[in-house]
């Protein structure tokens, strides 16, 4: 029976990569058991490496000092390169195609201003329409700048019933030719849909309009390839699936085929040229690849959580948790399908290459509100999260979420959904 308790442990016996799970901390309830923690699509939990790589950085800046840019095990100097390898097998991109820089939105405004480039003809901007907010504002405040008002001059791409359908996409842009940039995410942050990447850069490159994407949900959650599907930049956070630690460093992508081009961009210290940098030359000396993006030194101790988080990925490989987070998040539904149909409505597409490690839930329930369904779960040691109007977004991280933990899930929601 795949309702009890011993099936899910029998699930978490054979799962192979059962024993990541002893690698993080676990937020615990006061009675010191941990707690059922489903929330790594808003923050990952904390990895042993992510502390190490923490606790090497503030030893090398106690026995170091300012050496510590070039001395030690880490120098600081080249710090952010650490990152370079991991970030692009999970994009699937090349090493100069992305570098871990400043967090999301920087980053995003900072490829705004080179890839939204307006003409006469061609000035709106393409978003879907439940966009989250800091790209909206992000993209509004472009229009902004270049003096247009953002009410004119943003296209949306509404979801139907079956979510965010390409063939809408293709329709909205044979019906616009003033579309100068499309931003649109890997995996929709209210619904947990994953969109098609591939489909999505194909019209964009059809259409001769740039693509950007914002990974923040997308990155540690889903196999991708950025630089075949050819799309032109994406930016990410690394505090969701990548478990980078509250607030760390983010990262951008930018297609080699824009690498030296004359797309416009800002520039500052860092995007010097490590070579020449610190000959303090009145003239840049751009650096290759992507590197030339970055505006100064990285926050060191916002960068080491995410380096030491990275090797976790590195040893056991994106496909791996793909196919576990497949089947973990399978079995969530399943589970909600079979006990709770009436009351759980799932907004996530069924299909799983729609869906990623989240599901988003809307409670239908003739006396208790969303919002009451979610606080009983809280009070019940179950850490998810809650989005406006009426959404528990409920996601299983197959580094360390385990089918008992699914299992303690449905069986607290069903008590707080039960007649009392």
């Not at 964009?204 to 930049?233: K, T, Y």
């Not at 539904?333 to 907004?347: E, K, Y």
């Given at each position: 029976m795949t309702d009890t308790l011993s099936y899910a442990q029998a699930q978490d016996h054979a799962d192979p990569l059962a024993g990541w799970r002893e690698q993080f901390s676990w937020p615990r309830t006061q009675d010191g058991d941990r707690k059922i923690y489903l929330c790594g699509n808003s923050?990952?939990?904390?990895?042993?490496?992510?502390?190490?790589?923490?606790?090497?950085?503030?030893?090398?800046?106690?026995?170091?000092a300012v050496e510590g840019h070039f001395s030690g095990e880490a120098p600081w100097l080249s710090y952010h390169k650490r990152a370079a390898p991991a970030l692009a097998r999970l994009i699937g991109s090349h090493e100069d195609e992305v570098v871990a820089m400043n967090t999301l939105t920087i980053n995003l405004n900072l490829m705004l201003l080179g890839f939204y480039r307006p003409t006469a003809k061609q000035w709106k901007v393409l978003i879907e329409a439940d966009a989250f907010p800091s790209d909206r504002?992000?993209?509004?405040?472009?229009?902004?700048?270049?003096?247009?008002?953002?009410?004119?001059?943003?296209?949306?791409?509404?979801?139907?019933?079956?979510?965010?359908?390409?063939?809408?996409?293709?329709?909205?842009?044979?019906?616009?030719?003033?579309?100068?940039?499309?931003?649109?995410?890997?995996?929709?942050?209210?619904?947990?849909?994953?969109?098609?990447?591939?489909?999505?850069?194909?019209?964009?490159?059809?259409?001769?309009?740039?693509?950007?994407?914002?990974?923040?949900?997308?990155?540690?959650?889903?196999?991708?390839?950025?630089?075949?599907?050819?799309?032109?930049?994406?930016?990410?956070?690394?505090?969701k699936y990548l478990n980078g630690g509250p607030g760390a460093v983010g990262g951008a992508y930018v297609h080699r085929r824009h690498h030296g081009s004359d797309?416009?961009?800002?520039?500052?210290?860092?995007?010097?040229?490590?070579?020449?940098?610190?000959?303090?030359?009145?003239?840049?000396?751009?650096a290759p690849g992507v590197d030339v993006w970055q505006q100064s030194n990285p926050p060191i101790l916002g960068l080491a959580p995410v380096v030491g988080a990275l090797s976790l990925f590195d040893d056991i490989g994106i496909e791996a948790l793909r196919a576990k987070s497949i089947a973990l998040t399978g079995?969530?539904?399943?589970?909600?399908?079979?006990?709770?149909?009436?009351?759980?409505?799932?907004?996530t597409p069924a299909a799983a290459q729609r869906q990623g490690c989240q599901l988003s839930l809307e409670i239908n329930h003739p006396t208790r509100s969303g919002r009451e369904v979610f606080n009983a779960l809280e009070a019940a040691g179950v850490v998810c999260d809650w989005r406006e109007p009426n959404v528990i977004r409920v996601a299983p991280a197959p580094m360390y979420n385990s089918y008992t933990d699914v299992w303690h899930f449905v069986d607290r929601l069903t008590k707080a959904l039960a007649p009392t």
């Open positions: 923050l990952g939990l904390q990895s042993q490496a992510a502390a190490a790589a923490t606790r090497q950085a503030l030893s090398s800046w106690a026995k170091l504002y992000a993209v509004q405040s472009q229009l902004q700048l270049h003096g247009y008002d953002p009410d004119d001059g943003i296209v949306q791409w509404h979801s139907s019933v079956d979510g965010l359908e390409i063939g809408q996409l293709e329709s909205l842009l044979r019906a616009h030719d003033d579309i100068a940039l499309i931003l649109l995410p890997g995996v929709q942050y209210l619904s947990g849909e994953v969109l098609d990447m591939q489909a999505i850069s194909t019209l964009a490159r059809d259409h001769d309009i740039p693509l950007g994407l914002d990974l923040a949900h997308a990155i540690g959650n889903v196999p991708m390839s950025m630089h075949d599907w050819q799309v032109d930049f994406a930016v990410f956070c690394t505090y797309t416009p961009r800002l520039h500052g210290w860092w995007g010097n040229a490590e070579s020449t940098r610190f000959r303090m030359a009145r003239q840049f000396d751009p079995y969530l539904r399943a589970r909600l399908m079979q006990d709770l149909p009436d009351h759980v409505h799932i907004l």
